[in-house]
């Protein structure tokens, strides 16, 4: 028998299993592990990942098509990481490569080009051209300096024709540079003070030095308030792993990836201390391409990204930090549904690091953790400098009349707030200017044909909308129905609050920050800017406004209604409102200044609103967790939710109740929940149906997840089936 070289491959397929194939010898010399190959799958020729390189019997197997890279995309060492996330989450290994990988490579190489940035200079030539475009571009390039395409387009959407011409009138010169403009790069380095660590930070500290010194997986529960100082915890911890040699990953949810954060870490690390990368969604596929490529070349030593940089190729990780880890964002919601602070633990595990899962307001699963010994628990107390927490006062709204969104208390307080000179926000966790259209003289309502939920009304654009799949129609001046001309506008959203608040307060200065107002590239960080500069009174916004930035003018928080998340059906509803109320409660006083938060709501007894007011997470957290332990959720019980969804409701149907028979028949221990409607019955058109696993240990719901490939040849054509692993949101 003759042996040969065999490449194992994943390839990006659902298929579950690696596939092995012949490596020629003309590309002996070329295929390394974490290469892109083409291969032969049937009659077609796919993409696929090379995990592994055996000396084999080739008899039977195809050969390589192709090596697709010059360079490896990740070290072998990732491999066994990969795996374990593609058994964990019972999700093809093909996928779980293509999903780590930046966007933009699941083609064939060459497909993502290197960016290079047009740049434009100002030349000598004096006067003016003749169109008004023309003359904006010009004015911004002599204004500025050289200045970057996308730079420009920040403020010129499309300046593409007037640039052409500029150039040929030769008022501008074109150039083109490799180096990557973006907003986190182009914010001055603002040259921070180190500060001495408190006392309770240097304890803190020697804790976390202990733990990287041994080299071996250790993780923390950083529980914090806002301000407590766990990002300059996070800062001195990293230090000492670069100066061990070591590298470090820091996530964060997408929406606290503002410059500002970034501005911190690059002001610590400057001079060349350390090479930091960021990996945001603001990064064409080019520029994510690039800075992928340096990370895998040992490059860079710090990664700071949102939930997909958990696969950043980093080699000698020595500490991971998963600042704001009870963030529902680190969970992905469609194709590989992995969590990222729980990926985070399983490649810290496997590369011997330091974890901090920082919070505030920990999941109580993270805490139930560290109560239990699972992870180690560090705490900073109070707030730096001994800043006050706010005071925190919940209003009963069943003192104010039906149909008023503002109560006389929060009305009061922002008037106080307006003529002190003070900043408010207004949290309102609803987009739009109602949640839905009524006519007030036959009932009807307006829903939408491929979701069955009610459209939201948007008043600006005159569009009733579906939050789900974005259908939009013109609301009607006649009720379909009854042909009555009382079509209303029924309760209250961001953008009927913002225009209620300018009647009310016709001085103020008042913004808006949610979905609408952000869409264009920017517009969040124009609104950001506008507030730390006190050029608004008033924000207001939905969950966005909660997060990430630090205000110092802002003395008031109001929360509109607190039992929007409250009244949510999902077992998490009470942790989140906690969370989201102490985290909003957090934005006010950051500065100077004292700061108010007044929490509106029709259940004020409810002890995640009256704990979020005493700003007491160990109460809130021994109620929940009884709570859970009741009901067998987790910690205490481990789900898996099976949604099945097709076109057609009846087939969906009868698959699930297949489905449900096989898997009761199966295996003892795991209760088998539904078949049931998902709360959204019907989404983008398609019925769906949950079938939701519960089991106190992992084991058997592992067991039955591995029949799940055999199971699932069972199901129709047209019937889809998505297995979610631990899920987050089961709507
Ligand atoms: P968190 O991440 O918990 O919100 P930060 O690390 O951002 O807290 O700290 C809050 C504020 O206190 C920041 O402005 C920070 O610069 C400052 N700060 C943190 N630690 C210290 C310290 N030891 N001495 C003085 N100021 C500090
Ligand atoms: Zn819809």
Redesign the pocket.
């Known amino acids: 028998m003759s042996t040969s070289l065999i490449a194992t491959v994943a390839v990006a397929a659902p298929i579950e299993k690696t596939l092995s194939y012949l490596v020629p010898d003309s590309l002996r010399e070329t295929a390394v592990v974490g290469m892109r190959l083409q291969v032969p799958l049937g009659r077609r020729r796919v993409v696929g990942y090379l995990l592994a390189l055996t000396e084999g019997d080739p008899a039977g197997l195809k050969a390589i098509s192709e090596v697709l890279d010059a360079a490896p995309l990740f070290a072998a060492e990732m491999v066994p990481f990969f795996t374990r996330a593609a058994e964990y989450y019972c999700h093809p290994i093909g996928e779980v490569v293509r999903t780590a990988l930046p966007a933009g490579l699941s083609g064939r190489g060459g497909s993502v080009s290197i960016l290079r940035e047009k740049i434009y200079t100002a030349t000598d030539l004096a006067g003016e051209p003749a169109g008004a475009l023309q003359k904006e571009v010009l004015a911004l390039v002599r204004q500025s300096g050289p200045l970057a395409l996308s730079e420009l387009r920040r403020s010129v959407a499309t300046p593409y024709g007037a640039l052409r011409r500029l150039v040929e009138l030769a008022y501008l010169t074109e150039t083109e540079e490799e180096r990557l403009r973006d907003p986190f790069l182009s914010l001055p380095v603002t040259v921070e003070v180190v ?4 006392t309770e ?1 240097a304890l803190v500290l020697g804790e976390i030095e202990t733990a990287l010194e041994s080299r071996s997986f250790a993780p923390f529960v950083l529980h ?1 308030v ?7 915890v996070y800062l001195r911890a990293i230090e000492t792993a670069l100066a061990q040699g070591r590298r470090a990953l820091v996530l964060v949810p997408e929406i606290a990836l503002t410059p500002q954060l970034v501005a911190r870490f690059r002001s610590r690390f400057d001079g060349g201390r350390a090479t930091i990368a960021v990996l945001h969604s603001g990064l064409s596929d080019g520029e994510r391409y690039d800075a992928w490529r340096a990370i895998a070349r040992g490059e860079v030593e710090i990664v700071i990204g949102a939930r997909s940089a958990v696969f950043a190729p980093l080699q000698d990780l020595g500490i991971i930090v998963i600042d704001e880890e009870h963030e529902a964002s680190y969970k992905q919601g469609e194709g590989f549904r992995y969590h990222a602070r729980d990926l985070a633990l399983l490649r810290a595990q496997m590369a011997g690091a330091v974890v901090l899962l920082g919070s505030a307001t920990p999941a109580v699963t993270t805490f139930h953790r560290a109560q239990s010994g699972q992870t180690g628990l560090l705490a900073l107390s109070g707030r ?2 001994e800043r006050p927490l706010p005071q925190v006062e919940l209003v009963d709204m069943k003192a104010t009349p039906f149909g008023e969104y503002l109560s006389e208390p929060l009305a009061e307080a922002l008037q106080l707030t307006l003529e002190r000179g003070e900043q408010s926000l207004l949290l309102l966790n609803r987009r739009g200017f109602a949640p839905y259209l009524l006519c007030s003289d036959c009932g009807t309502t307006f829903r939408c044909p491929n979701c069955e939920i009610t459209l939201t009304f948007h008043q600006e654009r005159r569009q009733l909308r579906c939050h789900y799949c974005d259908f939009i129609q013109a609301p009607p001046e006649l009720c379909p129905n009854c042909n009555g001309g009382n079509v209303l506008p029924e309760g209250v959203g961001t953008e009927r609050l913002e225009t209620e608040l300018a009647e009310r307060f016709p001085d103020a200065r008042i913004a808006r920050m949610d979905r609408d107002t952000t869409t264009r590239k920017g517009a969040h960080q124009q609104l950001m800017e506008q507030m730390s500069r006190r050029e608004i009174d008033i924000l207001v916004g939905t969950q966005m406004i909660a997060k990430g930035h630090d205000f110092h003018g802002v003395t008031l928080v109001g929360v509109v209604n607190a039992d929007s998340t409250l009244n949510f059906p999902d077992f998490r509803s009470a942790e989140r409102t906690f969370s989201l109320l102490t985290q909003v409660a957090g934005r006010a006083g950051r500065g100077e200044l004292e700061g108010r938060v007044l929490i509106q709501t029709y259940s004020p007894d409810h002890y995640a609103l009256t704990c979020a007011a005493q700003h007491d997470y160990q109460e809130f957290y021994r109620q929940e967790i009884a709570f859970r332990e009741v009901l067998d959720y987790p910690p205490f019980g481990h789900l898996v939710n099976l949604v099945l969804s097709g076109n057609d409701g009846q087939k969906v149907a009868r698959a699930a109740e297949a489905l449900t028979t096989a898997l009761q028949n199966a295996v003892g221990e795991v209760e088998v929940l539904g078949p049931a409607p998902c709360p959204l019955a019907r989404l983008r058109g398609k019925t769906r149906v949950q079938i939701l696993l519960k089991a106190p240990t992992r084991l058997p719901l592992r067991r039955l997840l591995l029949r799940l490939p055999q199971l699932r040849k069972q199901i129709p054509a047209g019937v889809g089936l998505t297995v979610d692993v631990d899920p987050v949101d089961m709507l």
């Open positions: 500060p001495e660590p408190t930070q914090g806002t301000g407590s100082g766990k990002t300059e730096v400098l």
